[in-house]
């Protein structure tokens, strides 16, 4: 199925790819492939004081992770390029013109210190600070006198007067603004770079946009968009606007607390599914209804739509996350498992850059053994410490006491004696190894494995034991049994 209908991600190339920003790609990315229509990514670049240098390539990466693709952009180009808004500037300009022509625009030389002034007389006055529009109405003379001393004007929109502005949200239904509250406002700055909100309606505009999906903090832009479609006599594509997502806190997200892992590229490297991310994030204002929560890609596309989306704030629950990418992770092929843990066991030193064959299939063992427990891959460090220590570490007082009964010498010496003259240390060898300390000692259940285990890991519960110690190896174990005799 193909449709007319096209939709886009226009980020800033401002650092990475943020939680907000990646749900913001995903819903419409859900919404093209649903609708069968097409998905753009373009760039919004004209402030170049907040532009970073890999701002764009961490942007695309992040999206490519998540399993998004898209049909334009700056690295597959498309008939609606350029898609770095610095490279469209001559596309704008006949609309600059086109709306100082009509009056619907006009020339403005009030400096930053003139605006400054401004604002501060009007907040004494306990008014809304907003343009006064003094330069609407200036004379050819007055014109030709601020050009003599300088001064390089910028471009205001004239904003009609007592006109209600509205249009109907694809979320919130009908939502209508007053013109009064809003001021003329600059549409392209005294160095000739248009500022946002005209660039935008351009770009949705030429390169064809049919909905514009996008977080609520644009909503109070909508109206001063509105107007100047009208002001150009272009049609206004249909807006839809997600509510913000908000911390454990319930309160806004901020790129500043660093308590929430809050950028796309954390949740790579710390070894998260982007399978899971992308179903977590999905579910974050949007609800397919029922009770499943576990969706692929294709199942969330199928499933998607714009009336299913919240009005009211979503709240990040890290919980879920890790839940949820937990249950990714217990299916998950233990290769791939495996690959996402190395590198944090091998940042952590315990183990090295290069592995052998048999290396290779320990730490894949390694991994299997953890497989289940693990929310992330980052996490294998801690729940393995206790196979790179060279003496073992026992986790409270009540592993210790353990110890202290009269039975684990007998215990313990029966199974060093048993496990020093093994030439096997399979886990099926080491579970017949222990029925035979069973036989020999008459000891079995916790007096038996629960010693066993605490003796060898510090620990009273854990993971199976006969794979546990088959992992230690035979001279580790034995190593820790006489030292502990």
Request: charged share 25%; proline share 5%; aromatic share 10%.
């Amino acid at each position: 199925m193909t449709s007319n209908i096209r939709v886009r991600y226009a980020p800033s190339p401002t650092g990475h790819l943020h939680i907000g920003g990646a749900r913001t790609a995903l819903f419409n990315y859900l919404f093209a492939r649903k609708q069968g229509g097409a998905f753009i990514v373009r760039f919004e670049d004209t402030d170049q004081t907040r532009h970073v240098e890999t701002g764009i390539d961490s942007q695309l990466n992040g999206l490519k992770w998540l399993g998004l693709d898209w049909e334009e952009s700056v690295d597959v180009g498309g008939p609606y390029g350029p898609y770095l808004q610095t490279q469209r500037l001559p596309l704008y300009q006949p609309y600059v013109q086109q709306l100082l022509e009509s009056g619907n625009a006009y020339e403005c030389f009030c400096s930053e210190e003139d605006l400054e002034q401004e604002r501060a007389e009007q907040e004494a006055r306990g008014e809304m600070p907003r343009y006064s529009g003094k330069c609407r109405h200036l004379t050819a003379e007055q014109t030709a006198a601020y050009r003599a001393e300088g001064r390089q004007p910028a471009i205001r929109f004239k904003v009609p007067e007592d006109k209600i502005i509205s249009f109907d949200d694809q979320i919130r239904g009908l939502v209508e603004f007053e013109s009064g509250g809003i001021g003329d406002f600059i549409i392209v700055r005294p160095t000739g770079i248009p500022t946002y909100n005209f660039a935008v309606i351009l770009d949705d505009h030429l390169m064809k946009i049919t909905h514009v999906i996008r977080g609520e903090e644009h909503l109070s832009n909508t109206p001063r968009q509105m107007i100047m479609y009208e002001a150009l006599g272009l049609p206004a594509p249909k807006f839809a606007h997600l509510a913000i997502i908000l911390n454990p806190d319930r309160k806004k997200m901020s790129k500043r607390d660093e308590s929430l892992i809050q950028f796309i590229e954390q949740y790579r490297d710390l070894g998260y599914l982007p399978e899971a991310v992308v179903n977590f994030i999905a579910l974050l204002g949007w609800s397919p209804g029922g009770e499943q929560e576990m969706y692929l890609m294709d199942e969330l596309i199928a499933e998607f739509s714009l009336d299913r989306v919240a009005k009211s704030p979503a709240v990040f629950d890290m919980d879920k996350l890790n839940w949820m990418n937990n249950q990714y992770l217990k299916k998950a092929d233990p290769v791939i498992v495996t690959a996402l843990a190395v590198p944090h066991l091998q940042k952590a030193g315990r183990i090295g850059e290069a592995l052998s064959e048999e290396q290779q299939q320990w730490v894949t063992s390694l991994v299997a053994l953890y497989q289940e427990q693990l929310n992330y891959a980052a996490q294998i460090v801690e729940l393995t410490e206790l196979f790179f220590k060279e003496d073992v570490v026992f986790e409270d007082d009540e592993a210790k006491a353990l110890l202290t009964e009269e039975y684990v010498p007998v215990v313990l010496g029966s199974f060093l004696g048993k496990a020093e003259q093994a030439e096997d240390f399979s886990p099926a060898a080491i579970q017949a190894l222990l029925k035979e300390v069973q036989k020999e000692t008459g000891y079995k259940g916790k007096q038996l494995f629960m010693t066993t285990r605490v003796a060898l890991t510090g620990q009273m519960h854990g993971r199976d034991l006969n794979h546990t110690i088959h992992l230690l190896g035979k001279n580790k174990v034995v190593a820790r049994l006489k030292k502990l005799l």
